[in-house]
């Protein structure tokens, strides 16, 4: 049954996965196919069409021409603020979380399997049940309406994440390395740089690549902590899109929808191995 | 388990000068976890405390009972947000099973260009629900989208406008989220599939068990485990579900397709009543316990079984 000849059956199939695919990739088609269109052109017709003439002057409107509100910069200043979010929290969140990874499931403390079992409950508690707390917090601390204040968040909300990933990796390392290593006089820090950190390269991969998708993607805690200039660009589509309701720009929004996605899809494209073990690993927590 | 760090320390008493030493790694492990945790904790009591006051522009103390509670829960808001929900995720959760569980199957039979076609089911997962919604709220709009197509076309009498029906507004968010994430089903499908047993299937196949009978009798059976997980990780998704709906339909035509989270950051951030938008928070956290709780218990039942096997 399972051999490779062209079957009716086997035809079928292929047909079947075919069409799946189309209907997979036909959203991408058609906001590239439009972010190269112009706006009349659109208008005149639907959403779904090909480009007459490559109106590549979509892209260079929608990176530093269109306005929303009284700012005409285009979606580069909200891309910098999610690439100035990103990055930092990223880099610091998967750090720590392979640090208390290692700490939880190498060293063992008192009251570890407790402390860990409260941080992974925050991949189930709903974001909405610490909105107020963080509006408050961030209020108080001066940090509500800045870059900071969303590092910081995305920060200790993803060790929860950085920290499962890496733990569920390390418990597979023998304890005989670290004994051995603590035998020979090497501490903490020592043991994690020579030895844990040279075997970590596929986890930190994988925590790295799950971390930067969810933080570039991420919209409710955007919206909800910053406005106006300092907001990522995920609130800044949804902004321009209410902004120019009235006289719509399919061409130049999607172009802006394109430069928006493109920084994790071209991860996926380079790392798709990672990100669907990340994926995997996610949800079997 | 036995580990190497406390049976080394506990031979000595430590002393000033090891504390101090070991001082940034306390830090390192313990201020990060210690900070995750507490905000986890205090910020969840410090919500389910709001609902319970009178706050509304500004939290303040005061005691109201369930008030908050059952203004949110007679409120017409709530009411269709809660109903959207039961249609939603259900109709999401089974539709994007199917989808995943036929895709697997497909991708399973050794075909040609298996990678490719994975990653094409898998790439919307990199994407933001705010540019699927978006991008999808273009198609599917009469006006400019898949309709106006069809009848540039020449059909029409073609009529697919779902967005801006009341009755069917919420099926194009059950549309968009299995196009965004049924590809996570098939992934974990697929990874399922492939770590059955081939002596299994072997011995099937020997017994002559058609293609049908062999998945229906023997594959399908041990993909339950996997089938139970996709289910509660999509239902979560699906009670927690924000972006794609804000970008989708705003929650529109009219109130149609409200669901919970934008109940609750409605009341919160745009009608600033903070004890009632806590309490409908609260009330989020509730039905997705109400999911969560059956599945710990569940998974705890097949580890103490796998344990005594």
Redo the contacts between chains.
Sequence with gaps: ??D?SFTPG?IL??L??TL??A???A??A??VL?SLRTNEE?AQ?????WPQHLAWGNYAKAWSGFCVAETCAGIRPYMLNSALVTIPATIISTL?GA??GY??S????RGDNW??G??T??L???????????T?VLRDIGLINTLTGLVLIHT??G??FT?LFCRNYYVAIP?EL??AA?IDGA???RIFWRIILPLSAPILIVTVIWQF?HI?????YGV?FTTGQQQPV?AA??AL?AAIADI?Q?GV?SAA?II??LP??L???LG?RY??RG??AG??K | ?T????T?TRAGRPVISDVVG?L??YL??WV??????A??????L??IW?SFTPSTLV?VSGWVGLRNYTAVLASRNWQIAFDNLLLFGSAFVLLSLLTGL??AI??D????GENV?R??????????????G???S??L?PG???Q??VH?LGWTSFRFDWLVDRDMAIWTIVIAAI?QSS??AM??FL?GLRSVDADIIKAA?IDGA??FR?YRRVILPTLWPITV??IV?QL?FA??A??LV??LTNGGPGIATQLP?LV??DL??QRSQ?GR??A???L??LI?LAV?LPYAAWRYIQRRQAGHA
């Design positions: 049954m399972r490779r086997r199939i292929y079947v996965v799946f695919a209907a997979y990739l959203p991408l058609v906001v439009n659109i017709g639907s959403m779904i069409g720590l640090v208390a700490a939880v190498l060293w063992r403390f402390i860990y409260i941080v409950l925050g189930f508690l709903p974001q909405q049940m610490r909105l107020l707390p963080w408050i200790i909300q060790l929860s920290a304890h670290i004994r603590r501490g903490f820090f998708t570039w993607n991420e919209f409710l909800t995920t589509l949804i899109s719509p399919h929004q929808v928006a996605a994790t899809l991860i996926y494209l798709g990100f669907v994926l995997t949800a079997v | 388990m580990d190497a760090v406390s080394a070991r940034p790694e390192m492990i990060p976890l210690l900070l995750s945790a905000h986890l904790i205090s910020f969840s410090w919500t709001i939290p036929l895709l497909l991708l039979q050794r075909i040609r076609l990653s094409i089911f898998l790439y919307p997962l990199a994407v933001s629900f705010v540019v699927t978006t991008v999808w273009w198609l709009n400019i989208g898949i106006k197509l540039d196009w590809g996570f992934a974990l990874a196949q058609g293609p062999l997980t996709v990780v979560q009670i927690s924000f972006d804000r970008a989270a609750v950051y919160m951030f903070l938008g806590a409908a928070a609260v989020m956290l997705l969560l």
